[in-house]
């Protein structure tokens, strides 16, 4: 029996009374504001840098590197936020990606992939994709040559990067991937789906509804990319890292997709938050607990760099 953490039980109670709009109700711009305003509520306060610096990526993309004061000097992260591929940004992931560089001891090259429903699949993906390799081949450039590379995301940025890997698989171009939460297709038919559908941070309804936009006129769910957990094989996968929440609506297919990725072969490891939410990440303002999490996470993938 799944308990949530006593510090969400007060926003669950307050989102029974004040649900949030339903994404249809409202305008992308009114969203996008709305997602930016509560990352700055909920966010314990910013991690300092020793530099973050904007960059724009061969082939054209923006992205923000981040340098942690604490930086081992053996790895490289480049991390797809979440947001339900119609969200979020550099600045509404700024804070994360600040505590994911301190917790990995890694520099963090967070990417602004393009979103929808300006931009329908497979536009995210081809993105995210270009971005890894055009990453891998010019680190020297921020004299980061060397480096293992982790491919890192959360949410809807956690399929990005599941698929960033599938399709980088086998050429030595990722060495690990980390997917915090990942949604991992549109079908959302598990049992944890049904069980946190509604009341528990992510709504699925709201979900399907990004999944729409993100899809546009795209209907074949059993294409990799957009249900990476229907990949064909999964032989050459990159040492892998999942992160789930107890009381996530997206739980079971994380640890179902953790399940294949071990059956092929791949070193895995499966850590499981408990009584946390989905997006537990950004609310370390709301849960102290989340920086045990943080600690938790860094330890495996910085242990993850070193194997």
């Given at each position: 029996?799944?308990?949530?953490?006593?510090?969400?039980?007060?926003?669950?109670?307050?989102?029974?009374?004040?649900?949030?709009?339903?994404?249809?109700?409202?305008?992308?711009?009114?969203?996008?504001?709305?997602?930016?305003?509560?990352?700055?509520?909920?966010?314990?306060?910013?991690?300092?840098m020793a530099e973050v610096r904007d960059i724009v990526l061969t082939g054209g993309l923006a992205a923000r590197l981040y340098t942690p004061f604490n930086d081992a000097g053996q790895g490289l992260t480049v991390y797809f936020h979440g947001g339900g591929f119609v969200l979020g940004t550099l600045d509404s992931y700024d804070g994360?990606?600040?505590?994911?560089?301190?917790?990995?001891?890694?520099?963090?090259?967070?990417?602004?992939?393009?979103?929808?429903?300006e931009h329908v699949f497979p536009a995210a993906v081809d993105d995210v994709i270009a971005a890894t390799r055009s990453i891998a081949q010019d680190r020297e450039l921020w004299g980061l040559a060397?480096?293992?590379?982790?491919?890192?995301?959360?949410?809807?940025?956690?399929?990005?990067?599941?698929?960033?890997?599938?399709?980088?698989?086998?050429?030595?171009?990722v060495d690990i991937q980390v997917l915090l939460y990942p949604t991992l297709g549109p079908?959302?038919?598990?049992?944890?789906?049904?069980?946190?559908?509604?009341?528990?941070?992510?709504?699925m309804d709201h979900l399907h509804f990004h999944y729409r936009e993100y899809l546009g006129t795209w209907t074949d769910h059993t294409d990799s990319r957009i249900t990476p957990l229907l990949a064909d094989h999964l032989e050459n996968m990159p040492t892998t890292i999942i992160v789930v929440?107890?009381?996530?609506?997206?739980?079971?297919?994380?640890?179902?997709?953790?399940?294949?990725?071990?059956?092929?072969?791949?070193?895995?490891?499966?850590l499981e938050a408990k009584g946390m939410v989905h997006s537990f990440f950004k609310m370390g303002g709301i849960c102290a607990d989340v920086a045990d999490e943080f600690r938790i996470l860094g330890e495996h993938v910085r242990s993850a760099i070193l194997r």
């Amino acid at each position: 029996m799944s308990q949530l953490h006593p510090d969400f039980q007060a926003v669950v109670d307050f989102l029974a009374g004040s649900p949030a709009p339903h994404p249809r109700e409202t305008s992308i711009e009114e969203r996008r504001a709305a997602h930016l305003a509560a990352s700055a509520l909920t966010e314990t306060a910013p991690v300092e840098m020793a530099e973050v610096r904007d960059i724009v990526l061969t082939g054209g993309l923006a992205a923000r590197l981040y340098t942690p004061f604490n930086d081992a000097g053996q790895g490289l992260t480049v991390y797809f936020h979440g947001g339900g591929f119609v969200l979020g940004t550099l600045d509404s992931y700024d804070g994360l990606a600040r505590h994911l560089a301190d917790a990995f001891a890694t520099p963090v090259m967070s990417v602004e992939y393009r979103l929808a429903p300006e931009h329908v699949f497979p536009a995210a993906v081809d993105d995210v994709i270009a971005a890894t390799r055009s990453i891998a081949q010019d680190r020297e450039l921020w004299g980061l040559a060397g480096r293992r590379l982790v491919v890192a995301g959360d949410s809807a940025g956690g399929m990005l990067a599941a698929v960033a890997a599938q399709e980088l698989r086998g050429s030595g171009v990722v060495d690990i991937q980390v997917l915090l939460y990942p949604t991992l297709g549109p079908e959302l038919v598990t049992d944890s789906a049904h069980r946190f559908a509604t009341g528990y941070i992510l709504e699925m309804d709201h979900l399907h509804f990004h999944y729409r936009e993100y899809l546009g006129t795209w209907t074949d769910h059993t294409d990799s990319r957009i249900t990476p957990l229907l990949a064909d094989h999964l032989e050459n996968m990159p040492t892998t890292i999942i992160v789930v929440a107890e009381c996530d609506p997206l739980r079971d297919e994380a640890v179902t997709y953790a399940g294949l990725l071990e059956h092929y072969g791949t070193h895995v490891d499966l850590l499981e938050a408990k009584g946390m939410v989905h997006s537990f990440f950004k609310m370390g303002g709301i849960c102290a607990d989340v920086a045990d999490e943080f600690r938790i996470l860094g330890e495996h993938v910085r242990s993850a760099i070193l194997r």
